[in-house]
T-cell receptor
Framework: EAGVTQSPTHLIKTRGQQATLRCSPI?????VYWYQQALGLGLQFLLW???????NRGNFPPRFSGRQFPNYSSELNVNALELEDSALYLC????????????????FGAGSRLTVL | SQQGEEDPQALSIQEGENATMNCSYK?????LQWYRQNSGRGLVHLIL?????REKHSGRLRVTLDTSKKSSSLLITASRAADTASYFC?????????FGAGTQVVVTP
């Protein structure tokens, strides 16, 4: 069974450009999470999609946006890139939407490293 | 902003020793999870403890949870060089998982 796949592995952009990152979840998983990990830092929650809808959003400006497609794959777009957007962007998928009795165990992809020059 | 904070930030031990790291969080949770990350790659899930549980074991891992103190600890017994990694706690607040800054563990032979 294929794991969570992310593309591209590396991406180099210049300030002001746009970046698009893609994620394919594990087959059968309906939830996709996006996290930003700047060098040497922890994971900052970006976005959570489930069943095609945005369920929650982290404390990031509107130029960070995304969507989830009918096949549950997802795309993260970052507009008007700034130098501080340079980071590892991690996508994760899970089987269940959060409920009182359920639990989301995340399976992560290897990440997309974005460098903004 | 981080929901959880790990302590210590870094830990250096020798093979065979135990490694203990702690996580404190701020809000009510459904469960708390621990993940491992090797060299800036994707994270791997280690263990989950629900809010109504106090202790859980998995192999060489032991996790405790104290909801009154909003804290958790991860103990790795008889550490190996392969345990060298960053360890993160993640709090699950009904679907939204937030991670701490992590504890970097180095195990030397």
């Amino acid at each position: 069974e294929a794991g969570v796949t992310q593309s591209p592995t590396h991406l180099i952009k210049t300030r002001g450009q746009q970046a698009t990152l893609r994620c394919s979840p594990i087959s059968g998983h309906t939830s996709v999470y996006w996290y930003q990990q700047a060098l040497g830092l922890g994971l900052q929650f970006l976005l959570w999609y489930d069943e095609g809808e945005e369920r929650n959003r982290g404390n990031f400006p509107p130029r960070f946006s995304g969507r989830q497609f009918p096949n549950y794959s997802s795309e993260l777009n970052v507009n008007a890139l700034e130098l501080e957007d340079s980071a590892l962007y991690l996508c994760a998928s899970s089987l269940r939407q959060g409920t009182l009795s359920g639990a989301n165990v995340l399976t992560f992809g290897a990440g997309s490293r974005l460098t903004v020059l | 902003s981080q929901q959880g904070e790990e302590d210590p930030q870094a830990l250096s031990i020798q093979e065979g020793e135990n490694a203990t790291m702690n996580c404190s969080y701020k809000t009510s949770i459904n469960n708390l999870q621990w993940y491992r990350q090797n060299s800036g790659r994707g994270l791997v899930h280690l263990i989950l403890i629900r809010s109504n549980e106090r202790e859980k074991h998995s192999g060489r891992l032991r996790v405790t949870l104290d909801t009154s103190k909003k804290s958790s600890s991860l103990l790795i017994t008889a550490s190996r060089a392969a345990d060298t990694a960053s360890y993160f706690c993640a709090t699950d607040s009904w679907g939204k998982l937030q991670f701490g800054a992590g504890t970097q563990v180095v195990v030397t032979p």
